[in-house]
């Protein structure tokens, strides 16, 4: 049963809804895997797990491993890939989705991730990268400019993830190019996608944009 969550970002803690799905689907709790997104952001030897929010989300969830892997640069690259092919679930964490898109590039994470048979979850910045597309949009003074990146693409669907933005930036069009080539599921704070065995099921405030056409998904979690 292969299951993909993509989630916003939750300014507390999993709604209960995720966590009874959680808890029905991660069933093997060896080892908790998560991949930065400011992999060159950390200088100590040890990462103080209590200041990353996905894992104190899975905690106060009570979904405890027996092991906890934190991967960015510090780590060797063979470490990093041995850690991914023996994880119980993969987690891409939120922040800067380019470092942690340029971060997977470098250290080949991909490939490994996507032929894993571990839960995976991405927040925000690793919602995006999970997807096959996103879309990052760059503000200089004068001009507004957008880069298409590739994410792992467990699924075929484009995401986006941003907490400043909502239905209202949405309909203004910025995804409508991109949606002219895939769907994109555009979501709101305190939401979740969950993909198994290729059924697609939300909760929260996501929209699906297609053709450049907008419209507010039904609630199936």
């Not at 991660?26 to 103080?48: F, H, W």
């Not at 009570?62 to 991914?84: C, S, T, V, W």
């Not at 571990?118 to 003074?141: E, F, H, P």
């Not at 309909?171 to 769907?183: A, K, M, N, R, T």
Request: net charge negative; with cysteine; charged share 20%.
């Amino acid at each position: 049963m292969i299951t993909h969550y993509y989630f916003s970002w939750f300014n507390h803690f999993f709604p209960e809804k995720v966590v009874h799905y959680l808890q029905e689907d991660i069933q093997d709790r060896k080892s908790l895997v998560m991949i930065s997104a400011d992999p060159s952001g950390y200088t100590g030897e040890q990462i103080n797990f209590d200041d990353i929010s996905e894992w104190t989300w899975l905690n106060q969830a009570n979904i405890i491993f027996d092991e906890y892997h934190f991967i960015d640069y510090r780590m060797q690259k063979n470490d990093a890939q041995r850690l991914i092919h023996n994880a119980s679930v993969i987690c891409c964490c939120g922040g800067d989705p380019v470092l942690q898109n340029d971060f997977m590039a470098d250290y080949e994470l991909s490939d490994a991730i996507k032929n894993s048979n571990a839960v995976i979850m991405g927040a925000s910045a690793g919602a995006l990268n999970m997807a096959a597309k996103w879309l990052s949009l760059n503000n200089t003074d004068e001009v507004e400019t957008s880069t298409i990146y590739d994410g792992i693409g467990f699924d075929h669907f484009a995401y986006e993830s941003h907490s400043q933005r909502n239905y209202a930036s949405f309909v203004q069009g910025y995804l409508f190019p991109l949606s002219e080539e895939i769907d994109v599921y555009a979501s709101e704070q305190e939401s979740a996608i969950r993909v198994k065995d290729g059924k697609i099921e939300t909760m929260g405030p996501i929209y699906l944009i297609s053709h450049s056409k907008i419209q507010k998904l039904v609630e199936t979690l």
